[in-house]
């Protein structure tokens, strides 16, 4: 569609929390003149949302549900309408077809991106941010030719997929889950309980109750269990737990600066005397969507590929942290710094602080290599990229030489953080490798999503 017409969008800035500017537009050109669409709406969307769930203090599980959902539907609204691109009705979990465009005035990307930002819109909290995101973008498109027939019969269709996606959405449990009990603190040996500063309620204790996207059960990948709680010190468990404390006790830069990249944790308070504020930090979620913006930027991918990427991408996150959080709260493990503490040393704090919820699996381990899996099948084994995700955090770039060997570091970096044992990290990886690879399996893609690793 985008053939018929060439649009040259204004750069527009959007100003988000804590001065994060994001560009509104850029230039759209025909598929004849630059041999591929455009994505960077896309890309600039995906940023936005991202954006405004770290204003909004989004736990890990439930971005990688708005990450899923409107990814979903922006891919969706293009691949149901294309013979080269497959859809994921009736290969996701519960997921019809949705309804086809039969308006020539249609612009299918610009559908696309109504998509994504309408469902996106419904399942976050600062609605307002996106609203003038939007807006800035519509006027844009109207003033640089796009012919108001196409602008409205492209919204409409747009709406048509989102609502589809929204009512999808609907009965994955997840509005069941809402104001549940809290989880229960049993006073066990071995068993988890509230960490510092905050010591917060464990966060979405019944996220194993949500709906999948590919997997059957929650429990499908279910990791061989924990190693027995145990204080004798020749036991494993102990040395584990040593091992943590020593590494803690002697970080290298390297070390620090690898878990540091990685810390992602949105809960991160810090104290001021009296006082308790958070610091805003992307998900684990969220680096790996960008991680996945980074590469399809790198290959020039047009929208529809893209937002193949970030769909599928997208999904193998949602189905780590459900199985993830499925184990953490059937182990209920005790994390190292309660240990510590309790038994070998009272003073002593891990580098990063120690997230809301039951230790093991290692939640980074398990959604990082998923995503690691999705994204090395599409662009193949030793795809060198540089992870400029955390620069606007304040952190510097990292660069890689494979997907595997930044969802690896990802893994240790929890070691390095104080936050985990041996065991979650290893047994993570594996379990997130299952999990990615599940939804290479079960999803027939596109004949162009494979072709870099061909």
């Not at 909004?56 to 969706?76: C, M, N, Q």
């Not at 949705?98 to 469902?119: K, M, R, T, Y």
């Not at 917060?200 to 019944?206: L, T, V, Y």
Request: proline share 6%.
């Amino acid at each position: 569609m985008l053939s018929q017409m060439k649009l040259i969008v204004k750069a527009t800035h959007i100003t988000l929390y804590c001065a994060i500017l994001v560009s509104s537009c850029t230039e759209i050109k025909t598929a004849t003149e630059s041999g591929a669409r455009d994505s960077n709406l896309l890309h600039e969307a995906v940023h936005l949302i991202t954006n405004v769930m770290v204003h909004d203090i989004f736990s890990p599980p439930v971005a990688s549900r708005v990450y899923g959902y409107a990814s979903i539907a922006a891919y969706e609204t293009i691949a149901l309408n294309t013979k080269e691109y497959n859809s994921l009705a009736d290969q996701l979990n519960e997921l019809s077809a949705g309804p086809i465009n039969n308006n020539p005035n249609v612009i299918l990307e610009f559908a696309s991106l109504h998509a994504f930002l309408n469902v996106s819109e419904h399942l976050i909290f600062s609605t307002d941010k996106i609203e003038v995101y939007r807006d800035s973008v519509y006027k844009s498109l109207k003033e640089s030719g796009f012919s108001n027939t196409e602008f409205e019969a492209s919204k409409k269709y747009g709406d048509k997929i989102s609502d589809h996606i929204i009512n999808w959405a609907k009965g994955d449990y997840y509005k069941e889950t809402r104001g549940t009990e809290k989880f229960p603190i049993l006073d066990e040996p071995g068993r988890w309980i509230p960490t510092p500063p905050s010591y917060m309620d464990a966060i979405e204790p019944n996220w194993n109750k949500i709906r999948p996207f590919t997997m059957k059960t929650a429990s499908q990948f279910k990791p061989e269990p924990p190693l027995p709680y145990s204080l004798e010190t020749d036991s494993e468990f102990y040395l584990q737990t040593k091992e943590v404390y020593e590494i803690g006790k002697a970080l290298s830069p390297e070390q620090i600066a690898i878990a540091e990249f990685w810390d992602c944790n949105p809960f991160a308070m810090q104290l001021r005397g009296h006082f308790m504020f958070s610091i805003k930090k992307l998900t684990p979620g969220g680096h790996w969507m960008g991680i996945a913006g980074i590469a399809s930027k790198s290959q020039t991918f047009n929208y529809v590929r893209s937002s193949e990427i970030y769909a599928l991408t997208a999904i193998a996150l949602f189905d780590g942290f459900i199985s993830s959080w499925d184990e953490k709260f059937r182990s209920n493990l005790i994390r190292p710094e309660t240990v510590i503490n309790q038994h070998i040393d009272p003073e002593w704090k891990p580098l990063l602080q120690t997230p809301p919820f039951p230790e093991y699996t290692s939640g980074h381990s398990v959604i990082s290599r998923a995503a690691a899996e999705v994204l090395t099948g599409v662009f193949g084994d030793n795809f060198y990229f540089e992870d400029t995700t955390e620069i606007e955090y304040g952190l510097p770039m990292r660069a890689f030489d494979s997907f595997y060997a930044a969802a690896d570091e990802a893994a240790i970096s929890r070691l390095y953080g104080g936050i985990h044992y041996r065991m979650a990290a290893e047994h993570g990886i594996e379990q997130g490798s299952n999990v990615g690879k599940n939804v290479l399996i079960t999803l027939s893609l596109s004949e162009d999503a494979m072709a870099l690793n061909e």
